[in-house]
């Protein structure tokens, strides 16, 4: 057996994923001996709940041990297997999101000193927007980022996105993870218990700013980080609903011949007690001053970002403000002018983290 990852390439570049969630194969598949026993080498090595797998697989199918990890959260299971189309679902999405990308309006100016910017998905085609935003959130003191309906997407993305805000090697996250190294004899893999996360970006552009982040129910998984390490390390104010809640982080693993296998490999949650340990719960947003309801706010059509540029800037003009919102027809969901912002069809499904690896088989 080769022990060593193939990494896949997607768009030339090694993939590290939140995704939305597809259907599982068909129940009656892939339920012989040699796949029972493969699957239940697979949750050894990378489940992080390797703990509640039986010693050994017996008559067990790969769905009787896909119920004992028992990895659901609001109706959907997230260690199963993943239909043959799912990485090729996974290219396209980048290739709509360049679509979405340019049928929005994510950067614009409220005030003289707060931008906004939204980011639709963490993919590479939004980064490559949000790269070509920072010289512009360079000159504005504060800004007002909007992960509303953002379901997840490319973990480097996420990674490379939050370096831009603090110094290098700067803890953002915890996680515990299973490691990629294993007992080749017992096929036990390794927990790395709970460790903070560092940045990697050497020269960061956006450091010291004054911060609003807009979330609600449809901010998960890549968002939930941003907007944990944004509240926990630059006090960034939390605006709007209730976040997702998915602390968890999956292996999706390509093998040879037979399907393909999502594993929760990960638990993240806040470095500190202001986000904390939001799996299942989901992110609260900070409680709105009832001076900011200043006389005709609620006239606003997103009275959410209002809130989040009163956060930012207190004394702001209720006009300026007003007249900067419905110019650019920031509300969710979208509305039907074109030039409202959109946001894409993966921000519609239920999110699913991944680290994309491929490797063959243990019994092979």
């Given at each position: 057996m080769r022990r060593k990852f193939q990494k896949i390439f997607l768009a030339g570049t090694a993939s590290l994923c939140l995704l939305s969630c597809s259907s599982p194969v068909n129940n009656t598949a892939y339920t012989d001996l040699s796949e029972q026993q493969s699957v239940w080498q697979y949750l050894n090595i990378y489940s992080i709940y390797q703990e509640r797998?039986?010693?050994?697989?017996?008559?067990?199918?790969?769905?009787?041990?896909?119920?004992i990890i028992n990895d659901s959260l609001k109706g959907g299971r997230f260690t199963e297997y993943r239909p043959d189309e799912w990485f090729t679902n996974l290219?396209?999405?980048?290739?709509?999101?360049?679509?979405?990308?340019?049928?929005?309006?994510?950067f614009f100016s409220i005030t003289n000193s707060t931008a906004y910017i939204r980011i639709n998905e963490f993919s590479y085609s939004s980064y490559e927007f949000?790269?070509?935003?920072?010289?512009?959130?360079?000159?504005?003191?504060?800004?007002?980022?909007?992960?509303?309906?953002?379901?997840?997407?490319?973990?480097?993305?996420?990674?490379?996105?939050?370096?831009?805000f603090f110094p290098f090697n700067t803890d953002f996250i915890m996680?515990?993870?299973?490691?990629?190294?294993?007992?080749?004899?017992?096929?036990?893999?390794?927990?790395?218990?709970?460790e903070?996360?560092?940045?990697?970006?050497?020269?960061?552009?956006?450091?010291?700013?004054?911060?609003?982040?807009?979330?609600?129910?449809?901010?998960?998984?890549?968002?939930?980080?941003?907007?944990s390490a944004l509240k926990d390390k630059a006090n960034a104010h939390l605006v709007g609903k209730k976040s997702y809640g998915k602390g968890i982080g999956q292996a999706v693993i390509s093998r040879f011949n037979r399907p393909i296998l999502s594993i929760t490999s990960m638990q993240i949650k806040g470095l500190t007690n202001r986000t904390g340990d939001y799996h299942g719960k989901g992110i609260d947003p900070d409680p709105v001053p009832g001076n900011f309801r200043t006389a005709g706010y609620e006239t606003i059509r997103d009275t959410s970002l209002y809130f989040a540029v009163k956060f930012l800037e207190p004394s702001a003009n209720f006009s300026q403000i007003l007249q900067a919102i419905e110019l650019n027809c920031v509300v969710l969901p979208p509305s039907s002018p074109s030039r409202c912002v959109n946001t894409s069809s993966l921000a519609k499904t239920r999110p699913i983290g991944a680290y994309i690896i491929t490797e063959p088989d243990p019994l092979n």
């Open positions: 797998l039986p010693a050994k697989c017996g008559d067990m199918s790969p769905y009787d041990l896909f119920d290219g396209a999405l980048d290739l709509e999101s360049q679509e979405n990308k340019n049928n929005a309006y994510p949000f790269k070509s935003s920072i010289w512009r959130l360079e000159t504005y003191p504060n800004i007002v980022i909007d992960l509303r309906g953002n379901g997840g997407g490319f973990l480097d993305i996420c990674d490379s996105i939050i370096g831009e996680m515990r993870e299973r490691e990629r190294v294993f007992d080749s004899n017992k096929y036990k893999g390794i927990t790395k218990e709970w903070a996360k560092k940045t990697a970006t050497r020269y960061p552009k956006l450091r010291n700013k004054k911060i609003s982040v807009l979330i609600d129910g449809g901010s998960a998984s890549a968002s939930e980080i941003l907007a």
